[in-house]
């Protein structure tokens, strides 16, 4: 199983509710399907990874992220998932309040921009950077909202989202030392799990 | 020379080849929600592949409003079509019969053996006609179980339908929870809209108008609505189609060289509705019509919830597939989205996808390559969910 999905399914309960939104090949979810008895979603646009999570006896549902998620109920969902996608949203601000309202907890992944690499690129190369956790080109990127650690956590406070827990990690998915004490430096990738601010 | 393609046809490794259709005779009395009991009744079917040991491999294909018991397969050598979803039912095909036991009935109210309007009515001894008391898709579920005991299927691995097919799978998982693993809904609607009854209201016009209908008593005349049955299958037809889907197939091509700007048939697309109105009048009965229309109509099985079709569903104890049409617009992919809403707000397993077709709502008889893909899919899971105990 993918490192990134490992470090999730370990903040996930047995027996919870949950929605991974933008699911692909449905690793996740079979994975919490066979060894925690999840009831679990997952919304999937890519019509190849709807019929590999099928092939998994995964719950997948074709939906498109951007037209919103006004189809689930509030708070109907323990946790909701979103790794490594919300940087592909139209709105992810509005993603996030969607995201908060459907579900008791939240783990979103995303890279970060802030990374020393990225920083590296731009001030010296004067480029749009293109790393490990960022592989894309500017112009055939799908990643239209790209943020730093700080970024993200200003945009919590701002909304009042309580940031329940972080780690962060390189773009191999593992925690190294210095990450802990400079992680918009270091970090590459980042896992939060976030709560509502009356949590 | 057809014979000859028929042949081929018939041998070909994918097809289930030829099919003898049998007879269910319930011999008991048997309530209909109408308040009517029949005193017995009989249903057409066939049956592809076989049931295992544990008759764990069962799939039931339930047929939409003109469709009967003869879904694969070829009837005799001569017969110049195949049944109408052999492209997907067969050795290797989406419904695979290889490992699944697959049975195909004409429902109760039908005219292609089923009794019917066409049957003779025991206390009368003439042919029901309009008499025939009205099914809803619940009736046409519980005489299916029946069917499904004498044949000793306590569990089928799959009900499927498409349209109202869709419905009476929906409606097994409602009403006999513990009787099927999965059920799929292609091309389907929890309730007909407004829209749709407005639609069937006018095909029934069209044949209770028609002056040899004759309140239903046509057969006694010695006559046929044929006009009405026509005009009822001509709607249909471009209510099943998109817009999109018929500028590609017709355009504004014509029947022979030049306009004549006369009065005649002069476009192929009117060409094709009359053929298709034509042959339909000659095969279909008009009562029977009317009473799958009806079926149609009422169906809406959260209404006996307090019109809570979550509260409805939340009974269901088998896992959904919802499959729905892009250019679909009789029954669009939001129909099918209220479905898979429904069934999450009950907590219930369920996969979705819609699938990119110009066909509009005929698409899910035809063999569009990422529909059968994934169909394919879902039942090679299926088939590893029940286990292989053949």
Known sequence: ?199 | MHGCQRMSDLSRADSVGLVIPEVYRHEAPFALQCGVTLESFELVYETYGELNDQASNAVLVCHALSGHHHAAGFHEVSESRPGWWDNCIGPGKPIDTRQFYVVSLNNLGGCHGSTGPCSINPRTGSAFGPDFPLVTVSDWVRSQTLLADDLGIRQFAAIIGGSLGGMQAMQWAIDFPDRLHAAVLIACASKLSAQNIAFNEIARQAILTDAEFHDGKYREQGTNPDIGLMLARMLGHVTYLSDDGMRQKFGRQLKSGDLSLGQDVEFQVESYLNHQGRSFSKQFDANTYLLMTRALDYFDPARVYQDDLVLALSNALCKFFVISFTTDWRFSVERSKEIVDALVKARKDVASTVIESDHGHDSFLLPIPRYFEVLSAYMGQLHHEIGDAR
């Open chain 1, 1 to 199: 199983m993918r490192a990134d999905l490992a470090i999730i399914a370990d903040l996930i309960n047995p027996g919870a509710r949950v929605l991974d939104l933008g699911c692909g090949e449905g690793e996740l979810l079979a994975h919490l399907q066979n060894t925690k008895q999840v009831n679990g979603y997952g919304l999937e646009i890519d019509g190849d990874k709807i019929t590999t999570c099928i092939n998994k006896g995964v719950n997948v549902i074709e939906q498109d992220l951007d037209q919103g998620l006004g189809n689930f109920a509030s708070n109907s969902f323990d946790m909701v998932v979103m790794t490594e996608t919300l940087q592909s949203v139209k709105a992810p601000d509005r993603m996030l309040d969607d995201m908060l309202r459907i579900g008791e907890e939240c783990i979103v992944t995303f890279p970060n921009f802030g990374n020393w690499r990225c920083r590296v690129h731009i001030a010296l190369r004067g480029k749009m950077p293109v790393a490990q956790h960022l592989p894309y080109s500017w112009y055939d990127t799908p990643n239209i909202h790209l943020c730093t650690f700080r970024d993200f956590e200003r945009l919590c406070r701002e909304k009042g989202v309580r940031i329940i827990e972080r780690f962060v990690a390189d773009s191999k998915h593992l925690n190294r030392p210095l990450m802990n004490v400079f992680p918009n430096f270091f970090g590459a990738i980042a896992f939060y799990r976030l709560g509502s601010r009356s949590g």
